[in-house]
């Protein structure tokens, strides 16, 4: 193999929970854009579950809320306060 191209070069696979990750915020994501609070409700238990609490929680706040526009922010702490917006 030329020195280019040895496998170490090739772009490796994702683990499963990264691809489990990345699923998870791809389902709240649309959970939170369908107005489906028990949706996202059961999502991020199950996130929790296969996760882990702090896994979850970094999805939710680190990687979701710069995605969202105002509007979603707001329905998201609504429903982390328990109010229907």
Same mark, same amino acid.
């Given at each position: 193999?030329?020195? @280019?191209? &040895? *496998? #170490? #070069? /090739?772009? +490796?696979?994702?683990? =499963?929970?990264?691809?489990?990750? =990345?699923?998870? %915020?791809? $389902?709240? %994501?649309?959970? *939170?854009?369908?107005?489906?609070?028990?949706? /996202? +409700?059961?999502? *991020?238990? =199950?996130?929790?579950?296969?996760? @882990?609490?702090?896994?979850? &929680? $970094?999805? $939710?706040?680190?990687?979701?809320?710069?995605? *969202?526009? $105002?509007?979603?922010?707001?329905? %998201?702490?609504?429903?982390? %306060? @328990?109010? #229907? =917006?």
């Amino acid at each position: 193999m030329a020195a @280019g191209n &040895a *496998l #170490s #070069s /090739y772009p +490796k696979q994702m683990t =499963l929970d990264t691809q489990m990750t =990345l699923a998870l %915020l791809q $389902e709240l %994501l649309m959970a *939170l854009r369908a107005n489906d609070a028990d949706g /996202y +409700k059961s999502w *991020l238990a =199950l996130g929790i579950e296969q996760l @882990g609490r702090d896994v979850a &929680a $970094e999805v $939710e706040s680190d990687w979701m809320v710069p995605l *969202l526009v $105002e509007e979603e922010r707001d329905r %998201l702490m609504a429903w982390q %306060l @328990g109010v #229907s =917006l």
